[in-house]
């Protein structure tokens, strides 16, 4: 069976930058902020939209 490990936590508390000392290492990471960031510079006009489909995406596999 999958295992989902959540960070969660107040805005600004590091949950971004240390959260990955807390999982193993072979744990791949999905972090919505590093995705919206990604989509608007490649100048993506939906890209809040896409960046919650790609997001969905990363989690049904």
């Known amino acids: 069976m999958a295992k989902v490990y ?11 930058t240390s959260g990955k000392f ?4 072979t744990i791949a990471i999905l ?3 590093n995705l919206q960031l990604y ?5 993506v006009i939906d890209y809040e939209e896409l960046s919650n489909l790609k997001a969905n995406e990363f989690i049904l596999r």
Not at 7 to 16: C, E, Q, R
């Open 39 to 43: 989509f608007k510079q490649k100048s």
């Open 31 to 33: 972090n919505h902020d």
């Open 22 to 25: 807390f999982l193993p290492p």
């Open 6 to 16: 959540i960070i969660a936590g107040t805005p600004g508390v590091g949950k971004s």
